[in-house]
């Protein structure tokens, strides 16, 4: 299996200016995450869906973000309009259930800067 | 609520010394329990996980973690580190609603 693909891999863009992140899923996992990494604030879980329906926004910092699956092989993370501090890694999830134990894997992350 | 407290923000330790990685964990729940590698630059991937069974469990490259229930913890060991091994480590308990919870992360860093 490929594992989870993420896209793009490094982007700079400037404050103001839309942002989409991409991710594919591991092929049958039903639950997806979206993770945000910073030095101040460490790993911060933002949003995870289960079978492409949202389950848990409350990490959403604010309604500049929004996130969607379309589909089971889809999902996006898009920020309108960035800010600087926006500037993160950005790294999507899949997993089957962790509640019964099971690995989330991680893909290699969406590196964001806005300046 | 579940939650996971990583003692210790930053580890150093020189090569070939042992190392002890510390977690502890708030659940109500069944517990599954799991260990987290991120090297420089790259996204997190599974060290080992605990699941049922035996409590000592290990990972391919020599680390091993502990489930003690009476302490709530699951701490992460290698007799001896490797150059290799710099990379942070996370502990994360899994949650009833299908998510990781994650602690902060431990920067461990070997010294030649």
């Known amino acids: 299996d490929a594992g989870v693909i993420q896209s793009p891999r490094h982007e700079v863009t400037e404050m103001g200016q839309e942002v989409t992140l991409r991710c594919k899923p591991i092929s049958g996992h039903d639950y997806l995450f979206w993770y945000r990494q910073t030095m101040m604030r460490g790993l911060e879980l933002l949003i995870y869906?289960?079978?492409?329906?949202?389950?848990?926004d409350s990490g959403m910092p604010e309604d500049r973000f929004s996130a969607k699956m379309p589909n089971a092989s889809f999902s996006t993370l898009k920020i309108q309009p960035s800010e600087p501090r926006d500037s993160a890694v950005y790294f999507c999830?899949?997993?089957?259930?962790?509640?019964?134990?099971?690995?989330?894997?991680f893909g290699e992350g969406s590196w964001l800067t806005v300046v | 609520a579940q939650s996971v407290t990583q003692l210790d923000s930053q580890v150093p330790v020189f090569e070939e010394a042992p190392v002890e990685l510390r977690c502890n964990y708030s659940?109500?729940?069944?517990?599954?329990l799991f260990w987290y590698v991120q090297y420089p630059n790259q996204g997190l991937q599974l060290l080992l996980k605990y699941l049922s069974g035996s409590t000592l469990v290990e990972s391919i490259n020599g680390f091993e973690a502990e489930f003690n229930k009476s302490q709530t913890s699951f701490h992460l060991r290698k007799p001896s580190v490797h150059i290799s091994d710099t990379a942070e480590y996370f502990c994360?308990?899994?949650?009833?609603?299908?998510?990781?919870?994650f602690g902060k992360g431990t920067k461990l860093s070997v010294k030649p």
């Open positions: 869906f289960n079978n492409n329906v949202p389950i848990d």
């Open positions: 659940s109500s729940v069944s517990v599954y």
């Open positions: 999830a899949s997993s089957f259930s962790a509640a019964s134990g099971n690995t989330i894997y």
């Open positions: 994360a308990v899994g949650s009833s609603q299908g998510n990781l919870i």
